[in-house]
């Protein structure tokens, strides 16, 4: 597998989601805002072709998407609801 990296507009902000090999056909998921977050980790995906799963964070929910970039958009929504992540969104991280 080979290196992913996305860029979104989620909830009025420009995110960038990387995603990188680690392991045979799993990607960790880094999470980040230019300028005011640094790359976190959200998640994992796997697959290939038309079937991917994402993996979220501490809860075992696993979602299938058709495609690398919608499991990406999927974990980065998941994310910006963490309340480490949260503030990020709202303009008032410290």
Not at 16 to 36: D, F, N, S
Not at 45 to 53: D, H, L
Not at 56 to 74: M, P, W
Request: net charge positive; proline share 6%; glycine share 8%.
């Amino acid at each position: 597998m080979r290196r992913m990296r996305f860029q979104y507009p989620l909830y009025g902000t420009e995110v960038l989601v990387e995603a990188e090999p680690e392991g045979e056909g799993r990607l960790l998921v880094r999470m980040q805002i230019p300028g005011r977050m640094a790359p976190v980790r959200i998640g994992y995906v796997t697959g290939a072709k038309r079937v991917w799963v994402a993996e979220s964070g501490d809860s075992l929910s696993i979602h299938r998407t058709k495609s690398a970039k919608a499991a990406c958009y999927l974990l980065a929504s998941w994310a910006r609801r963490q309340p480490n992540i949260a503030p990020y969104f709202s303009g008032r991280e410290n």
